[in-house]
């Protein structure tokens, strides 16, 4: 059962922090994506978030952000519009993922956390 959980927990956290990073993108970019583009960009981001983390995140400040900057680096390589953009987009998909956890979290239906955003 624990498999089963597993998976359920990876998939609905991949789908808030798609839902993240698709939200960003409507507000900042004049091409969002589809909601599946915003879910391989999650997908791709967590993954480069975590081998960035693995190598280097032991380093005080400058392995989170090192991190935090292949991670945005991803959003700026997935959509149009530069670093700036990246980085707003990234912005709002940490908001969006936040409110979306936190009213989860409020009606017991999942605990707090978002594959493809970090912090949240």
């Not at 624990?2 to 922090?17: E, H, K, N, P």
Request: hydrophobic content about 65%.
């Amino acid at each position: 059962m624990a498999v089963v959980d597993t998976i359920i927990v990876f998939i609905v956290s991949l789908l808030i922090g798609g839902f993240g990073i698709y939200a960003g993108a409507r507000v900042t970019t004049e091409y969002a994506g589809s909601y599946g583009h915003a879910i391989v960009t999650a997908l791709i981001g967590s993954i480069v978030w975590g081998i960035i983390s693995f190598f280097v995140g032991w380093i005080p400040i400058l392995g989170a952000l090192l991190a935090l900057v292949a991670w945005v680096g991803v959003i700026n390589w997935r959509y149009p519009g530069g670093w700036g953009t990246a980085v707003v987009i990234g912005l709002v998909a940490w908001f969006a993922a936040a409110i979306v956890l936190y009213l989860f979290a409020l009606f017991d239906i999942v605990a707090s956390g978002a594959l493809g955003i970090p912090g949240v």
